[in-house]
């Protein structure tokens, strides 16, 4: 290694740590040889920088060409800008899920940052979708395989989220920026509310790699899915995922100034349990600019 940084691996079957050496900050470390980590391993833990939220946010935007910005209200900012916001307030088990994947605008980067591990338990889990895909049983594999999933959210996007999810609410710009999507079908009623639905494979290409990847939001998301032919997805797939996901399973024990840099198009992430109102990890979600 250049003496910048060292790396230790992160569990015995998936992800990096790399760690501060005392003598560079983030801001110094080699883009290209970090890219080139990341593609390698899918998560990075950046530990021992003691990183504030700035940094954070700084980390993020030198690796982005664009940030998604959640701009929910009832999330709380801790970078100057207002762009870093805590994950949300619960406390329960999320199990694995590739966020924003239910939707076209897919982000290619998921980034947590842990101001303040909980006192016990509250880990992020992280879940390479190549591995789980092999431990995938055969006949839910062979069902991703044959059929794509489709999804709908439960109830129309307003104008005013859809100013929030896609950037605007004026009509032709939505209407180009969706002809821009595959596989995505819309239509706005007579108060301007929009449906859609998207049609995406659950076992995508995963990018950076010549495999295909369990890397969806089935197991957890608040939108509506079945196959792309109507057809409910069957029961034994959830279990098939949960078993195979819990299989390649690692766990983040968050310490302070922790940051993960994750392939939210191969790798999913969840969050075990926790009871600590002090826990504080902060997400950003980006396009990558490599
Ligand atoms: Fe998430």
């Known amino acids: 290694m250049t003496g910048l940084f060292s790396v230790a691996h992160l569990s015995q079957h998936h992800g990096l740590i790399i760690e501060g050496t005392g003598v560079s900050a983030l801001g110094e470390l080699p883009h290209d040889e970090v890219v080139d980590l990341f593609v390698r391993h899918g998560t ?11 940094d954070f946010r700084e980390l993020v935007q030198r690796f982005s060409e664009k940030l998604y910005f959640h701009q929910n209200p009832n999330r709380q900012t801790i970078s100057d800008d207002g762009a870093v916001l805590l994950v949300d307030a619960h406390r329960n088990p999320i199990p694995a899920h590739s966020e924003m994947s239910y939707c076209p605008l897919h982000p290619g980067l998921q980034w947590f940052y842990c101001v303040r591990p909980a006192s016990s ?9 190549v591995q789980a895909l092999e431990l995938l049983g055969a006949e839910t594999r062979r069902l991703f395989e044959e059929r794509r999933l489709t999804w709908r959210l439960p109830f129309p996007t ?21 002809a821009e999507y595959r596989d995505f079908e819309y239509r706005f009623d007579d108060e301007g509310n929009l449906d ?16 295909r990847t369990l890397c969806n939001s089935y197991l ?4 509506v899915v079945a196959f ?14 949960l078993d195979a996901t819990e299989q390649v399973a690692v766990d983040i024990e ?11 198009k191969r790798v ?23």
């Open 121 to 129: 338990g509250g880990a992020t889990t992280v879940y390479d979708g």
């Open 158 to 178: 307003g104008p005013e989220h859809q100013e929030r999810v896609f950037g605007t609410r004026d009509r032709t710009e939505l209407e180009k920026l969706f």
């Open 228 to 241: 792309e032919d109507g057809s409910p997805v069957p029961q034994h797939c959830r279990w098939d995922a």
């Open 268 to 290: 999913m992430h969840g969050r075990r349990a926790f009871e600590d109102p002090e826990r504080r990890v902060a997400a950003m979600l980006s396009m990558p600019n490599f």
């Open 44 to 54: 990075l833990l950046f530990r021992g920088f003691d990183a504030t939220a700035d």
């Open 254 to 264: 968050w310490q302070p100034g922790d940051i993960a840099m994750i392939d939210n």
């Open 220 to 223: 957890g998301s608040g939108a």
């Open 196 to 211: 859609w639905s998207y049609t995406v494979s659950a076992i995508p290409q995963a990018p950076y790699t010549d495999s």
